[in-house]
Nanobody
């Protein structure tokens, strides 16, 4: 059974930081591109960032320079370091594998 389990979300003030993690099991983690996507209240899914199987990274313009995606193939884990958070970053954040599998999400709320 494929499982992707996100953690690390929470409530943070504007300008603060959070680090999201995603633990993956049931698939060959190292061969897949991995993604973070998010869904803000009342909006559709928005792509945030991708890290390829080879380690190449890409970011949405809205988070470029503030977020950093990384992976640890030995731990079968995906990460998203989020700095200088803004209210518009408030969303449920999901990790998603290139296979199409997606986790249940972790809530990030940026508010003073």
């Amino acid at each position: 059974e494929v499982q992707l389990v996100e953690s690390g979300g929470g409530l943070v003030q504007p300008g603060g930081s959070l680090r999201l993690s995603c633990a993956v099991s049931g698939l060959a983690f190292s061969v897949y591109d991995m993604n973070w996507v998010r869904q803000a209240p009342g909006k559709g899914l928005e792509w945030v960032s991708t890290i390829s199987a080879g380690g190449r990274t890409s970011y949405a313009d809205s988070v470029k320079g503030r977020f950093a995606i990384s992976r640890d193939n030995a731990k079968r884990s995906l990460y998203l370091q989020m700095n200088n958070l803004k209210s518009e970053d408030t969303a449920v954040y999901y990790c998603a594998a290139g296979s199409g599998a997606r986790g249940q999400g972790t809530q990030v709320t940026v508010s003073s």
